[in-house]
């Protein structure tokens, strides 16, 4: 399996989608328990999808990404092999955005360059599990 983040350039960031420009929309670090971790996060400003970068501070190798399709969030852990999947809404405050607890699948592979595809994967994994 190729590792998702390896296909954003954090230099020059573009959508895994629809290929539009990416800001960055936060970048620094986030306390996880006792070892911080570094977070890139970046938003496309053609279809508002999110794409996060999760490394550890002590080697800066990223050992998680995260994502949104079509207001679906998905989590890789790639240390545990395994992709969390819940709904998200980024525009509802009142649930601070995560609309239910996420579903643990194991790790397959993902294709951005069918979003309907992924987002059908995503819904199912969502239903049936």
Do not use: W
């Amino acid at each position: 399996m190729q590792y998702p983040h390896k296909l954003i350039d954090r230099e020059d960031p573009h959508c895994l989608y629809c290929k539009g420009q990416c800001t960055i929309e936060g970048k620094g670090e986030q306390p996880k328990q006792q070892s911080p971790i570094l977070l890139d996060q970046y938003v496309c400003t053609q279809c508002k999808e999110l794409f996060e970068i999760y490394s550890s501070m002590d080697n800066k190798e990223p050992h998680a990404f995260a994502f949104t399709c079509n207001k679906m969030l998905a989590y890789c852990d790639y240390d545990r092999a395994k992709v969390q999947i819940c709904y998200y809404d980024r525009e509802d405050v009142t649930t601070n955005a995560y609309i239910d607890v996420p579903v643990v699948a194991p790790m397959f592979n993902l294709d951005f360059g069918n979003k309907k595809l992924l987002a059908k994967k995503l819904r199912t994994y969502l239903t049936f599990s």
